[in-house]
């Protein structure tokens, strides 16, 4: 149990969350700066609003966390009532955050905390001074309640913390603690209360926060963090799970199995086959506004990405690196970071975000781009459009059954190859020929028949993709061939 508390702990006070949030575009600007725009390329335009979600998967003692967040230094995006913001008019304050994490004081479960950090210089020298003169600035923040919540004094503790130049210094730590309401009223509530209605209204990663929110076991947080620029204000969901922890909630889907395998599809957190930005970017190019995060901590061994579905961006260099989504990875020395951002695509599927892990082996990365071999160009051309029920079902077994295993993955590499080889010559014969195009037609009827059984199919594991697969090649090659062989023979004997 007091393992347990200790986890929730870490997670439940953790600033990664901000302290992270606008890494990339500092990092981008950093690196652009030096660079003139050309080839053509769009220049990201600058908007305050930040969506994100974060997976971070904790590989030894597997127990992950899901959190998806919405920030921005903008008031009009974002805006605490006044008394709330008027806390950070106190210099010596660095941060105020609210939550209702579970164990955020381990003593008092049945209760959500506020926490206010204070700059440690001129506090005092010994632990009864600087509690005291910590007091002298935080109580009177909270007197008045907070969110119409009376707040309970808890303690003081020195804290280390990293700073807005991400040095890591030690602050003096306030805890109140206040009633605790369900993470799906207080989302409700504060979302209303702070987020504007065009954020609300545009989809994207809120709609999923709202989903997120009606877990019972999912905890709600809101934070301000002064910044050189602006006050960083930050509203997030995020859920704590394990299948095999007793204390924790399981696990959405089959994570389990996906972790332990060292593939990951990071929707399979969130229960979804596709996730679109808000339409607060749509027609617009902010390719970092939108960001993906997957951080896999290992005590055990070094772990490195040996696979992924999409574009890998290997460093941001320059605006080009960034007109494409795709997976942005970082290997410490048992830490997996990976971000993934959208470039100019409004969406991403399911398959596409994809990517395995093992052992560091120094091997490099590989790119298995699903969307490099194109779409069914036999088929397409035969049924007249990529929009045809019969390519989108293609499609569908595709990425949703077949990609979601490694025997699939590598089947399809291999297939890919093949058949992309002839493709193309067979598909502009059938624009050409309708006669031609009506025969492929037919053909393709058996086809599409027999990957049906894959729409009943219980594929839980490699094994299965396997046995499946090996079945319907089996099973079509005794349609194409070995039936009208048969046929052939049986006639031949009669003539």
Known sequence: MLKFLIFIAL?????????????????????????????????????????????????TDSKNRIAIGM????????????????????????????????????????????????????????????????????????????????AEFDSVTLQPKANTAGEEVFVSRAVYTINKATTSSLFNAISTMVLSSDIRNSGGFYDHAVELAKNNFSAFTISLTPQENGMLRALHVSLICSDKSPELVHCPGNLSEQIANGK???????????????????????????????????????????????????????????QDGGWIF??????????YIFGQEPSVNKSDLVFSFGP??????????????GGCLIATAAFGSEMAPQIQFLREIRDNTVLQTEYGSMFMAGFNQFYYSFSPTIADYERENSTFKESVKLMLTP???SLTLLQYADIDSESDMLGYGISIILLNVGMYFIGP???????????
Not at 330 to 339: L, N, Q
Not at 490 to 495: A, G, M, P, S, T
């Open 11 to 59: 997670f439940a006070v953790s600033s990664f969350f901000l302290t992270e949030a606008y890494s990339l575009e500092v990092e981008f600007q950093k690196e652009s700066e030096r660079i003139i725009e050309s080839m053509g390329w769009l220049e990201p335009e600058k908007v305050s609003y930040q969506e994100q979600i974060q997976l971070l998967i904790d590989y």
């Open 71 to 150: 920030l921005s230094k903008s008031p009009n995006d974002m805006r605490f009532p006044d008394y709330i913001e008027d806390i950070m008019s106190e210099p010596k304050v660095i941060s105020f955050l609210l939550t209702n994490e579970f164990g955020c004081v381990p003593a008092k479960i049945d209760r959500a905390c506020v926490i206010i950090d204070v700059e440690r210089a001129g506090l005092g020298d010994n632990v009864v001074d600087i509690r005291e003169n910590t007091r002298k600035i935080t109580d009177p923040l909270v007197d008045q309640g907070v969110i119409l919540f009376a």
């Open 264 to 322: 990951i599809s990071p929707l399979d957190f969130l229960e979804v086959e596709n996730l679109s930005r808000s339409n607060v970017f749509a027609d617009r190019f902010l390719p970092l506004n939108s960001v993906i995060q997957v951080k896999i901590i290992s005590d055990e061994q070094s772990l490195e990405v040996k696979t992924v579905n999409t574009h890998l961006i290997e460093k941001l260099q320059n605006i080009g690196d960034v």
């Open 330 to 339: 970082s290997e410490t020395a048992r830490i997996v970071d990976g971000k």
């Open 360 to 373: 560091n082996t120094g091997d490099p990365i590989d790119v298995r781009d699903v969307k490099d071999g």
């Open 447 to 449: 086809l599409l028949a």
């Open 485 to 495: 062989a048969i046929l052939i023979m049986k006639i031949k004997k009669r003539i």
